[in-house]
């Protein structure tokens, strides 16, 4: 919506409120960083649609992580790509709802380690590298709906800090399937987002309140509406 819009909408109170644009929020870091405990912070404060990314892997995905083993592209793949048509669902859905009254969009915890796995959130049309034959450059399976970067466009929380701490954090950790053993290898493949078009950072050593606080700034200097 325009500022105009905005005014007008404003100044007719019994007018019925424009639809706002809805927008995927994604909480990203690597294992136990905190992408939860600020994405639950961020729900209660914005009043959007809460999902948790971890819960879209496949079993399969669960499974080798369980066993300590890294994940590779072509495990990662159809899951970015879930969590993109889960969240454009959603907006879907919302949009359809006369009744719906929260932010339209979604809230989403990925660990959206490396800058393609970030555009297959975004919707933007990138070659899969790994595909469902395995070679290199594949395009996206054709089942999949066509990328639609602008029906839901993407902005990302960067929760960045220092190996010593995201290290005590993973470790203190109990009963979870990601051992504090995969911390290196989540650290290896991360391509930071640092200065990545819709980014905002915020620091680990924060408490989660200040982190939501900046996360919440950042966000309303990148987007057209302010939260
Ligand atoms: N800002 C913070 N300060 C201190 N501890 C935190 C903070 N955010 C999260 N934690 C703790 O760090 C651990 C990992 O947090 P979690 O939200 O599960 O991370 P992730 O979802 O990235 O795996 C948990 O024990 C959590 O309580
Ligand atoms: O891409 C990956 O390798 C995984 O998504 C990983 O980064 C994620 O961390 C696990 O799913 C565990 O979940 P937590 O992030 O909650 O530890």
Not at 107 to 136: F, H, I, M, N, Q
Not at 148 to 171: C, D, M, N, W
Request: hydrophobic share 35%.
């Amino acid at each position: 919506m325009s500022q105009d819009e905005h005014q007008l909408a404003a100044a007719t109170p019994d007018a019925p409120k424009p639809k706002r644009h809805p927008i995927l929020i994604i909480v990203m870091g690597v294992a136990g960083t905190g992408k939860t405990t600020l994405a639950r912070e961020l729900e209660r404060r914005l009043d959007m649609a809460y999902v948790e990314g971890d819960e879209l892997h496949p079993p399969a995905n669960i499974a080798k992580m369980s066993a300590g083993i890294p994940l590779t592209d072509a495990d990662r793949e159809p899951w970015l790509q879930l969590i993109r048509t889960t969240a454009e669902g959603l907006a879907a859905q919302q949009q359809a709802d006369p009744a719906f009254a929260r932010r339209p969009g979604a809230l989403v915890t990925c660990s959206a380690l490396r800058t393609y796995y970030r555009d297959l959130l975004r919707g933007k049309p990138v070659k899969v590298r790994s595909g469902e034959t395995g070679e290199k450059g594949t395009e996206l399976p054709g089942h999949l709906a066509p990328p639609a970067p602008h029906t839901l466009p993407a902005y990302f929380v960067y929760i960045k800090g220092e190996r010593e701490l995201l290290q005590a954090r993973i470790s203190k950790r109990e009963g979870h399937y990601m051992k504090p053993g995969m911390l290196d290898s989540q650290l290896q493949t991360l391509e930071s987002p640092d200065g990545e078009e819709g980014v905002v950072v915020v620091p680990l050593d924060a408490t989660t309140e200040e982190q939501a606080d900046i996360a919440i700034r950042g966000l309303n200097e990148l987007l057209p509406e302010p939260l």
